[in-house]
């Protein structure tokens, strides 16, 4: 399953950016054509322009258009929350079925594969879901790149030490996106009942990805990352409080072995009383 959805994350990620490789560098008009150009791109940029005539330049028309992104996308990111938790309360159980098919041969692979869908389904779990909002903000986040590069106004507008269309001279929004990106792994990661070393190493290597390609996007792009990781940052608090989570987790197992305890210790009653 995992092998598979990295195959066609890869595949999603390969075919967007060959079909936006194909896009025009044009400026994007009114008179642009095709759905890309015309309906997503020029939308997108008057969208942008209208809210920083409005809210107090073109970096703050981009966080604003930022959060209304992030706040479309709530819906979809709290389903993809309660996906989440409830993969996590299956990990043992998955677990035991790796452990238990554990001989890799073909058969065994096949009956692993149908034990794990049997039961993420039986747990209402859709395993894709954490893709949804990757999917949803690659088109989003080339669509910003150009209408920023493609608009003039945009292009060469400014925000506090920055010019919209080039990189970050300072780094500083490369640190800040790599920052939120972290802590964002971090948080979604401390909720997790058991975490093994790959898990712990996604948590470093993602930032560290983000800070190095943070580092060739221009400033609008990477103010669209920081404010969105930072969202992230937020709604994980909101939405899967990890410090919450693993307090509920505790008291959970604590009244499951005083629940067990209790039983055992009836039994011993039971078999004494029997004796006597």
């Not at 008179?31 to 809210?55: A, E, K, M, P, Q």
């Not at 990890?242 to 209790?262: D, L, S, T, V, W």
Request: hydrophobic share 45%; glycine share 4%.
């Amino acid at each position: 399953m995992k092998k598979v959805k990295r195959v066609l994350s890869l595949a999603a990620i390969g075919s967007l950016t060959l079909f936006l490789a194909a896009c025009s560098n044009k400026p994007v008009t009114s008179h642009s054509t095709g759905l890309w150009d015309h309906y997503i791109v020029y939308n997108f940029s008057r969208f942008i322009i209208w809210l920083s005539n409005n809210c107090g330049g073109y970096g703050m028309g981009i966080i604003i258009f930022t959060i209304i992104i992030r706040v479309l996308l709530l819906p979809l990111m709290f389903y993809q929350t309660k996906s989440m938790l409830k993969t996590q309360e299956l990990a043992p159980k998955l677990k035991a079925i790796q452990k238990k098919y554990s001989s890799r041969d073909r058969e065994s692979m096949v009956k692993m594969q149908e034990e794990t869908s049997k039961l993420y389904k039986e747990a209402g779990v859709n395993p894709w879901a954490s893709m949804l909002p990757m999917i949803i903000q690659l088109p989003i986040m080339w669509a910003l790149y150009q209408a920023i590069w493609r608009t003039p106004e945009l292009r060469h507008g400014t925000f506090l030490w920055l010019q919209l269309g080039h990189t970050d001279p300072y780094y500083i929004l490369p640190i800040l996106a790599a920052l939120f990106t972290f802590l964002s792994s971090w948080l979604s990661m401390a909720s997790m009942p058991e975490r093994n070393a790959m898990t712990s190493a996604m948590t470093w290597f993602m930032p560290i990805m983000v800070f190095f390609m943070a580092l060739g996007f221009s400033s609008a792009i990477t103010l669209y990352w920081v404010v969105s990781n930072a969202f992230q940052v937020v709604q994980t608090l909101l939405l899967q409080n990890p410090f919450k989570i693993r307090r509920e987790r505790e008291a959970k197992e604590k009244q499951e072995k005083a629940k067990k305890r209790k039983l055992e210790k009836a039994k011993r009653r039971a078999y004494s009383s029997r004796r006597k």
